[in-house]
């Protein structure tokens, strides 16, 4: 469980935590990230918040789901750029 700061929502410091993991390579490019429910017990918050926050990095182009295979880093150099079906390799 992660120790919460009163002056920014949990879902903004999720998010960032895990932003932060991809940008310095503790999860790696192409490579899935933790399930929705590791998540969850690892943070100690809702399904909803996990969600939202994989949401949010997957909009910034952090993350890319892929139906039945799971959820995976996008590489930097891919980021932003419209993603084929690269991933994962």
Do not use: C
């Amino acid at each position: 469980m992660i120790e919460w700061a009163p002056d920014e929502t949990v879902w903004q410091q999720m998010y960032d935590i895990l932003r932060e993991r991809i940008e310095n390579g503790a999860y790696k490019p192409r490579m899935p990230l933790p399930s929705i429910t590791h998540l969850e017990q690892e943070f100690g918050v809702a399904r909803g918040t996990v969600r939202k926050v994989l949401g949010k990095l997957k909009d910034d182009g952090y993350l890319r789901a892929i139906p039945g295979k799971g959820t995976f880093v996008v590489p930097r150099q891919e980021r932003g750029r419209g993603l084929g079906d690269d991933l994962p390799h």
